[in-house]
């Protein structure tokens, strides 16, 4: 193991689970909290995103002073360029905000740039999904494993938003080859619920790596597969299954197509 490696790993549950009492109070008062838009409507941020977030960095600061953080609401710290904590505080405001369940935390431990260990917890249901490196993904003490589905019709593919043309091109493909598709608004959530099982995949036009990093490393670790995705900016995001991987990857055709499609007409 990584030296330093598992004193992370116990500070970050610790963590988390303080985290997750933090979150489902500002759940719980979600009407007072005052909220803005950042990039577009859908685009939201709470004060409780932004506490949270400060919580995790203090907690970590305290006791890994010199380790970097990557978070969505207050950016980058610089560290010694070895040890990098990746965090959404609440990937799924939109649901939060609504009374929703579709919410997650999520933090990503990086080393060296790999991704080293991972979690997305769930304060609504008190379950943590996590995953180290080599030694598999679980959620109270139950190993995590994929689904067996071979086909897009045995299961539901979770799906992003993003640009509407990209995601039509992507619906349309895969209701047209039998499958069927969920949104629960948190993209680590749904990355988690692929490694558990419930979803063949996920698929998502553009994500930051505070979104995904940790539910990657879930689903990679839970026997899944997952396109590579850069640790410093947003990409698309693709991961599922072994079984239907073909299929999968044909739909993220569909919205490359599209994208391809949009540029040649502005040119």
Same mark, same amino acid.
């Given at each position: 193991?990584?030296?330093?490696?598992a004193?992370?790993?116990?500070?970050?549950?610790?963590?988390?689970? $303080?985290?997750? $009492?933090?979150?489902? /109070?500002?759940?719980?008062r979600?009407?007072?909290?005052?909220?803005?838009?950042?990039?577009?409507?859908?685009d939201?941020?709470s $004060?409780?995103?932004?506490?949270?977030?400060?919580?995790?960095?203090?907690r970590?600061?305290h006791?890994?002073?010199?380790?970097?953080f990557?978070g969505?609401?207050?950016g980058?710290?610089?560290?010694d360029?070895? @040890?990098?904590?990746?965090?959404?505080?609440?990937?799924?405001?939109?649901?939060?905000?609504?009374?929703?369940?579709? @919410?997650?935390?999520s933090?990503?431990?990086?080393?060296?740039?790999?991704?080293?260990? &991972?979690?997305?917890?769930?304060?609504?249901?008190?379950?943590? #999904?996590? /995953?180290?490196r080599?030694?598999?993904?679980?959620?109270r003490?139950a190993?995590?494993?994929?689904?067996? &589905?071979?086909? +897009?019709?045995?299961?539901?593919?979770?799906?992003?938003?993003?640009?509407?043309?990209?995601?039509?091109?992507?619906v349309?493909? !895969? !209701?047209?080859? =039998?499958g069927?598709f969920?949104?629960? &608004?948190?993209?680590?959530?749904?990355?988690?619920?692929?490694?558990? =099982?419930? #979803?063949?995949g996920?698929?998502?036009?553009?994500l930051?790596?505070?979104?995904?990093?940790a &539910?990657?490393?879930l689903v990679?670790?839970?026997? =899944?597969?997952?396109?590579?995705?850069?640790?410093?900016?947003?990409?698309?995001?693709? /991961?599922? /299954?072994?079984?239907?991987?073909?299929?999968i $990857?044909?739909?993220?055709?569909?919205?490359?197509?599209?994208?391809?499609?949009s #540029?040649?007409? +502005?040119?």
């Amino acid at each position: 193991m990584t030296e330093g490696l598992a004193a992370r790993v116990t500070a970050a549950e610790e963590m988390i689970a $303080e985290a997750s $009492e933090r979150a489902m /109070a500002f759940f719980e008062r979600r009407s007072d909290l005052s909220v803005e838009c950042k990039t577009d409507p859908q685009d939201l941020v709470s $004060e409780a995103d932004r506490d949270v977030e400060a919580l995790i960095r203090e907690r970590l600061a305290h006791s890994f002073p010199r380790d970097g953080f990557l978070g969505e609401e207050l950016g980058v710290s610089q560290g010694d360029g070895r @040890w990098t904590w990746i965090v959404d505080p609440i990937d799924g405001t939109a649901s939060f905000l609504h009374g929703l369940q579709g @919410w997650s935390i999520s933090v990503a431990l990086c080393h060296d740039g790999e991704t080293l260990a &991972g979690w997305v917890a769930h304060p609504c249901s008190g379950r943590v #999904y996590s /995953a180290l490196r080599g030694q598999g993904a679980w959620c109270r003490s139950a190993h995590l494993s994929v689904s067996k &589905g071979c086909s +897009l019709a045995d299961g539901l593919i979770a799906m992003g938003s993003g640009n509407p043309d990209l995601i039509a091109a992507m619906v349309r493909d !895969l !209701l047209t080859s =039998g499958g069927s598709f969920q949104r629960n &608004g948190s993209a680590a959530l749904s990355l988690a619920h692929v490694a558990a =099982g419930h #979803y063949l995949g996920f698929i998502e036009p553009q994500l930051a790596p505070w979104d995904c990093a940790a &539910g990657l490393l879930l689903v990679e670790e839970a026997g =899944g597969w997952h396109a590579p995705h850069p640790m410093d900016r947003s990409a698309p995001v693709i /991961a599922g /299954a072994p079984g239907p991987r073909a299929q999968i $990857e044909h739909l993220s055709r569909s919205f490359q197509k599209a994208k391809e499609d949009s #540029y040649a007409k +502005l040119g």
